[in-house]
């Protein structure tokens, strides 16, 4: 594959691009003639990183140096050169002028009052799913997340929230696995001290009733029950509704903010729906307390080389119920209807008891790794990816055969900047100071998984691993 010459220390940009043109889905999302990326300026980053990666490809650009379009190069920050940070603001901008193409379309679609014997426009249902598939960057996913009291048991159910990269933290361990780290990060984690609206209206609501039971004297004592149980049935309307907004505390129920009650909350994010490319970011980096300066998180990183995500998606439980109240002799059942965990003392995840495995199932194949060596404040990234070679001998996205899977064995390639070497599928799988990682989703239907290729959650005495260089390195 073609390298990439370092202009103005532009490494952390180079490794990204070399990591994205080793993604068949992006490539086709940018190629494909529905999304009309056409209709957007030459300058654009969808233009620009679209050529970029097809003459990254290339089998006709094998060996030589390329050069980052200007477009893409300078799409860069003063701040800090960060590969993470790089390919944030591509994304950002990629879904920016995806928005805007998709803008021109509707608009283009709206003519329907010229005629054209040449071309039938699609009608609105057509064109409504064709906006929203232009729309869906393969790198795009979904994130489920519920917050729930642990006291009262209210949620407000699951919030979907979309991401192109899943960034992990480590801690102070001198090795992790990338599968830990999703455990981490899907993990039921308790939050104290945060203000929950329900246990603020059942906490009221018993004071209200205490006063009921109360006796006094004096010709005052039926207005102060008329106005003990107006209050009442206000709060009780409040928890039977589920209605527990702002306005309705504060105002309706009376309840200032400063006499809301704290609660222990539990916070949980999952995978909802995958994306195609799955991108992760490793956080390497620390902030001391102490001194105010943050450092580099030296631990090694293993990962495997077929990813199942399926461990970490929202799981589900099937339940039945009747079609009708009351039922007959012989009820109407709903087969198959899913029902989302939200108990906040129960996990989401499907090894949470009660719950199945999300379908279809998730699996990813490696596509890219990048490293970064040196410190915090400066050091050099370099990119492992994944090359054909040839053309059609890499068969990374369909379901592959005998020939082509010896045809593309060995296919991986060092890129550092201009400099590339072909490696070994062990050297890639054996670095450890991994920044970065590109999987690609592959059908799980026909794909044959060696033994050897099956890791699990291995220990350091399993795998070797080559820790990244220290400072003193």
């Given at each position: 594959p073609p390298g990439l010459g370092n202009w103005d220390n532009s490494c952390y940009q180079n490794c990204i691009i070399q990591g994205l043109a080793s993604l068949h889905s992006l490539k086709d999302f940018l190629s494909a003639p529905s999304m009309n990326f056409h209709r957007l300026e030459e300058n654009s980053t969808i233009h620009s990183l679209q050529e970029t990666l097809l003459k990254l490809t290339d089998p006709a650009n094998g060996g030589r140096q390329l050069w980052l379009p200007g477009k893409l190069k300078s799409m860069s920050s003063w701040q800090q050169q960060d590969a993470q940070e790089y390919f944030s603001k591509i994304m950002e901008q990629m879904d920016q002028e995806a928005r805007k193409a998709t803008t021109i379309n509707s608009l283009l679609l709206g003519l329907k009052d010229i005629p054209d014997s040449n071309e039938t426009l699609p009608d609105a249902e057509t064109a409504s799913h064709l906006q929203s598939l232009r729309l869906h960057n393969p790198l795009e996913g979904m994130l489920a997340q519920r917050v729930g009291c642990i006291n009262c048991g209210y949620s407000e159910g699951l919030s979907l929230i979309p991401f192109n990269c899943l960034t992990v933290a480590l801690g102070r361990s001198h090795l992790y696995d990338i599968r830990d780290c999703l455990d981490e990060y899907t993990k039921l984690e308790p939050i104290e001290g945060v203000q929950c609206a329900k246990c603020s209206v059942q906490h009221h609501l018993e004071g209200c009733m205490r006063m009921a039971t109360e006796k006094k004297d004096g010709s005052s004592l039926?207005?102060?029950?008329?106005?003990?149980?107006?209050?009442?049935?206000?709060?009780?309307?409040?928890?039977?509704?589920?209605?527990?907004?702002d306005d309705t505390l504060t105002k309706k129920c009376k309840i200032p903010k400063r006499q809301w009650v704290s609660s222990t909350k539990t916070r949980q994010a999952v995978i909802a729906r995958p994306p195609q490319c799955l991108a992760f970011h490793v956080n390497r980096s620390v902030f001391d307390e102490m001194t105010g300066t943050q450092w580099k998180n030296y631990a090694a990183v293993q990962f495997p080389l077929f990813l199942d995500l399926d461990e970490w998606g929202l799981g589900s439980k099937v339940v039945s119920k009747p079609m009708q109240e009351p039922p007959s002799e012989t009820p109407n059942i709903i087969p198959g209807e899913e029902a989302w965990i939200m108990n906040p003392n129960v996990t989401m995840l499907p090894n949470g008891g009660d719950q199945s495995s999300s379908e279809p199932h998730w699996r990813y194949r490696l596509r890219a790794v990048i490293t970064h060596y040196g410190r915090h404040e400066n050091g050099h990234y370099i990119c492992f990816r994944k090359h054909s070679g040839g053309l059609g001998s890499d068969s990374d996205g369909d379901t592959p055969t005998q020939e082509n899977a010896e045809a593309s064995k060995d296919s991986w390639w060092q890129l550092s900047d201009e400099d590339v070497v072909e490696v070994s599928e062990d050297n890639v799988l054996s670095q450890g100071g991994v920044f970065m990682l590109f999987y690609e989703q592959v059908p799980v239907d026909g794909i044959s998984v060696s033994p050897d290729q099956q890791q699990d959650h291995s220990t350091a005495e399993d795998v070797h691993i080559t820790p990244p260089l220290t400072e003193a390195d």
């Open positions: 039926d207005t102060f029950h008329q106005a003990v149980q107006t209050r009442v049935n206000t709060l009780r309307a409040a928890l039977n509704d589920e209605d527990f907004s």
